[in-house]
Every structure is written in C-alpha cells, then in structure tokens.
C-alpha cells in the first residue's frame, strides 16, 4: 500500500495505490481516494506500457509509467475528469518508482552474502497465481547457472528440479515474490527433500 497526496487547482487530497494480484501479463492496482475508487490493469509489452479499466471497459497506452503531466492528459481523454486522472496517473508513477526500488530475482542473487553454491536454499520465489513455490540453490554465478526446486503449497511431495540460467530467471520468475522468512530459507535441500517424502508416505498410509 502507497500513500500519497494530490493537487488540483486549491484542492488537495489523500490517495493510496494497492497492489491487488500480480500475473505475468499484467499487474492489477487500486486506488483509492475521496472522489472515487478504481481498479486498473497495467501491463507491460517489450517496454510499451499500457492501462486497463475494467469496471468502464476503457482502455489506453502510455508513453511512460512515471511521465506524470502527459499521463495525466492520455488519463483525461479517458475520464474527462480531472480528480480522477490526477489520482490515477500520480498513483502509478508512486507504484512504477517502488517496484524499481525492490530488488529482481537477478540483483537478489547477485547480493547474497557468504558461499551460495551449496545445498542450502538461498532464495525462495512464489507465484501466487499457481500457488507455487521455487528453492533455489547450488548458486553458480560464473557459470550463470544455478539449481531450482519448484512443488505447489497444496502437494510438497511433488516437486521439479531444473537447472536455470540466473540470467533468465527474471523473464520466467520476474512476476513472483521473493520470501524472505520462508521456513525452507538455509535449509538443506537433502532434508526438505526427506520432510517431503516423509509426508508422502503420509499420504499413502492414511
């Protein structure tokens, strides 16, 4: 949640952006404020940025996510008003500037401290729209390589391991968030692999 304030004329008010859902194709914002509530879907295609409004089925591009003053003018084609696209356009240009400030899968990796190329798990991702979770270990920087264990919250016992080059993992896993207190976190994968058959056995027996 972002808060923040806007200015029209003599009028200033209290706005705040939410995050809803992230999905590949897009990412779904709220904002709030005295004068309306709004949803939005804003997407991304090879760097051409574009808005969509489902609650009024509009729909439009924009040049840049934090060119605040020409997108308030693309906003005021849309909404003919000038609350409404002032709120919108200040609220993605607050949202764009935090995500630039989080870190990517690629630039998490490149912080890590200590020895990575081990079989403790140095970073764990999860896509929240599948409900899955990714281990990564055996971190080889050098090499670009690293190793990824991936199981869904639901059935732990069935996991994938695959072998990703960490220059990709941005375009594959971009959209998922990174845990930082994950009770897998420095753990080693030999014994999460035991906790899993163990509850597969489970599984079986009951």
């Not at 939005?40 to 090879?46: C, P, T, Y």
């Not at 990575?116 to 281990?135: A, C, F, S």
């Not at 594959?172 to 207190?181: A, Y």
């Given at each position: 949640m972002i808060k923040y304030k806007c200015r029209y004329m003599y009028d200033e008010w209290n706005?705040?952006?939410?995050?809803?859902?992230?999905?590949?194709?897009?990412?779904v914002l709220e904002f709030y404020s005295q004068y309306f509530?709004?949803?939005?879907?804003?997407?991304?295609?090879?760097?051409?940025?574009?808005?969509?409004?489902?609650?009024?089925n509009m729909f439009t591009e924009l040049l840049s996510p934090i060119d605040l003053?020409?997108?308030?003018?693309?906003?005021?084609?849309?909404?003919?008003?000038?609350?409404?696209?002032?709120?919108?356009?200040?609220?993605?240009k607050k949202y764009f500037e935090t995500q630039l400030e989080e870190d990517t899968v690629e630039s998490h990796i490149e912080k890590l401290k200590g020895?990575?190329?081990?079989?403790?798990?140095?970073?764990?991702?999860?896509?929240?729209?599948?409900?899955?979770?990714?281990?990564?270990y055996k971190i080889n920087r050098s090499k670009n390589e690293c190793t990824m264990a991936s199981y869904r919250g639901t059935s732990p016992n069935n996991y994938e391991v695959c072998l990703p080059f960490i220059d990709s993992l941005?375009?594959?896993?971009?959209?998922?968030?990174?845990?930082?207190?994950h009770k897998y976190l420095n753990k080693d994968i030999r014994d999460i692999e035991r906790i899993f058959l163990n509850e597969f056995k489970n599984e079986v027996v009951s």
């Open positions: 706005c705040i952006v939410k995050c809803i859902e992230k999905k590949m194709e897009y990412t509530n709004i949803k939005m879907h804003l997407g991304n295609i090879d760097n051409e940025f574009w808005c969509f409004f489902p609650e009024y003053y020409k997108n308030i003018d693309i906003l005021d084609e849309l909404f003919k008003n000038p609350y409404e696209s002032m709120t919108v356009a200040k609220g993605i020895h990575v190329y081990t079989n403790k798990v140095k970073v764990v991702l999860y896509d929240e729209e599948r409900d899955v979770y990714h281990l990564i941005d375009y594959h896993f971009g959209h998922c968030r990174i845990l930082n207190d």
